[in-house]
């Protein structure tokens, strides 16, 4: 039986559609069982979050939350297809335009027709991609984070399973629902809704396809003007009007050369060579995959968050949801008491809980406050009581607040406030604290706070000062030298210091800053005296 490759390229192109989106819900939906040390989340799945990352890895060579070296491998990759062909990311690839297919494809069986949005208004909403093109990118650089998670249908769709959790943490993300919602029944009645009109990624391969050699040819000459061309486009063109089909729009999906009943009339040109719809199937999926599994294979593809290696702890604030209280444990290195003390959890709940999920058993438990008051023990003592006259209590300071909610808290002046928690001057007001060392990496806002809190407290000075006297530390010593001179174990040293734990003894205490940006000896040294 000869094999129809014409059928054979159409379904092809459908299945790895669908395939993607399945795996992708597949992953998402393992990401909040099991966690993101475990699973991708939606975020690390997407190019355009390194897209909105590339400002702050270019400024700090370090990438904004949940964007890994897996996502700008996909950012290049698709990129580079699209300067090949054109938008066949968006026509073989993307599953947030495969979830848009499957719902026309039922919205055409229920309706019998494809609807379209006339011309005039079709022409003008399609330039409303390249706007949130803009803004998004623009807010993600200036915010250093995934500003645009909250409001994103592609996010909302990753966290479908979670949607009354996920509102819960962030009321705003209902916006993105809501999208979601709208793209669905909009995809039941005009094909590639969100694509044609929202997608800000899809701008940028259109923008970018521009360039590309590959583009749909018509020969008049052989066309027989049955339109059927124009009736298979899923975004609407019309092809039977050109000879070369050149415009952003086009997906590469090649149902307009396949619906052509005439052999030649209608053909996908690479660089004025004609290809098979089933080659480029084959071109555009091999090409993705194959550099996938290169990156893979030579560990170029993060895409979850480094495993804390044997051996190393790191600080209980830094902790993840998806750990759970008994995990904490071995990461921080503490007992399990102290992991329930330090971070405020109430006996009752089982040490196998994962900490995103106390407060669905104690509803005004809240992990990230938890999070920003672990270590500030002090802070909490003393913040009932009157502050000390000539100095500021900062124990209501939280990491969860932006700048200016803290700034007006205490009632500071910007300048002044940024001076005292050392903020450099780039980082927006509307910054989340802890969030701050997205923007600038190194700056530990925990640390800073700590640093604060200590002298402010006459009890803790006192026991600081009557346990261990750091004067004699000079930043000139190597951190062996100096533990050598209080006769300290290392990891002590390094917990009072608060050195992290891959800076290797031999280092002099004030080059520490060349390893681990933002830590600063002399000011540790004087909060310890
Ligand atoms: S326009 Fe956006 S949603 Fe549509 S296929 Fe392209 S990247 Fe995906
Ligand atoms: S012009 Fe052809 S290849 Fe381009 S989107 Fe329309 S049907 Fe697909």
Known sequence: MKLNWNKAA????????????????YESYMHQVLGGGKAPSIHALCPYGALESLYTLLLTG???????????????????????????????????????????????????????IPQKIDGILRYFKYVVLVFTVGMAWYYGSLWMSPYDPYAALGHISAISGTIAEDPLSIIGFALLFI????????????????????AVYAIIGKLSPTKIERNDSLCVHCKKCDKSCPVNIEIEKQERITTAECINCNDCVLACPVKGALEVKVARKTVHPMVMVVLVVGLFFGTIVTAQLTGNFQILPLAVAQGEVIPIYEVKGYNTIEEATTLTGLTLDEVYQQLAIPK?????????NISVLIPEYKFDEAKANAGGSEGEATSGGASTPGTLDVSGIKGSMTIQEAMDSLSMESKDFYALFKIPDTVPPQTILKEITNVSPG?????????????SSTETTENTSGTVDVSGIKGSMTIQEAMGSLSMESKDFYALFKIPDTVPPQTVLKEITNISPGYDFQQIKDSLQ
Not at 183 to 198: A, E, N, P, V
Request: glycine content about 6%.
């Open 10 to 25: 159409k379904w092809s192109r459908l299945l790895i559609l669908v395939g993607l989106l399945v795996w992708v819900i």
């Open 62 to 116: 370090s990438f904004i939350k949940k964007v890994y070296s897996g996502t700008v491998v996909l950012l290049v990759l698709t990129v580079a297809l699209a300067v090949l062909f054109r938008r066949s990311f968006c026509g073989l690839l993307c599953p947030f335009g495969a979830l848009q297919e499957v719902f026309a494809k039922i919205g055409q069986k229920l309706f019998k027709k494809r609807f379209i």
């Open 183 to 202: 793209t669905i029944i909009g995809s039941f009645l005009y094909d590639r809704f969100f694509c044609k009109y929202l997608c800000p990624a899809g």
């Open 348 to 356: 009752s709940v089982p040490k196998d809980t994962q900490f995103k």
């Open 443 to 455: 700056y530990d806002f925990q640390q800073v706070k700590d640093s604060l809190s200590v002298p």
